[in-house]
């Protein structure tokens, strides 16, 4: 008598096609934008937030949250501007280098993670058409690429880029 074998569960990789592709962004479209560097640290209950801006400024603001103290240091930065830019970018970051890197560590992978999704979807996209180009069936494409028939035939049915 044989040994029965375990077989893993497959795992889902139509998820990643409810996701919106990554688009680069074309700079002839975009918005002027001036950005300030901030760093904030929190003291007690309160987060304190510290930006420079030019001509030897400093702006500082306090919310009860990290998602408060970028909200008002915004608003502070553009009240305290002469020439009101179309729109600003703040980048907050905290004051604890400690801290700084786990975020940093944190914002690096979900980026590389976002591009990998990206190349997934573009070579499993190309790889359904050429299968498909060559005569194979979407059972059988969806088999190989592990995705069910129907995401391929959703697949084959979006325009190609």
């Not at 995705?147 to 979006?158: A, D, F, G, T, V």
């Amino acid at each position: 008598m044989l040994p029965s074998l375990k077989t893993m569960e497959p795992m889902s990789h139509d998820l990643i096609f409810d996701q919106p592709d990554y688009i680069p962004s074309n700079d002839d479209d975009a918005v002027k934008t001036a950005t300030y560097f901030a760093t904030v640290a929190r003291t007690g209950k309160v987060w304190t937030a510290t930006a420079e801006l030019p001509g030897g400024h400093t702006v500082r603001a306090q919310g009860a949250s990290w998602a408060d103290v970028r909200i008002n240091l915004g608003q502070l930065i553009f009240d305290a501007l002469q020439d009101k830019p179309e729109a600003i970018g703040v980048h907050v970051s905290p004051a604890d280098p400690a801290a700084n890197a786990a975020l940093t560590a944190v914002i690096e992978a979900r980026s590389a993670r976002i591009l990998a999704e990206q190349t997934e979807r573009d070579v499993v996209r190309h790889a359904a058409r050429l299968f498909r180009a060559q005569g194979w069936t979407t059972r059988d494409v969806g088999s190989v690429l592990r995705l069910s028939h129907q995401r391929i035939s959703q697949i084959l049915n979006e325009p190609s880029m």
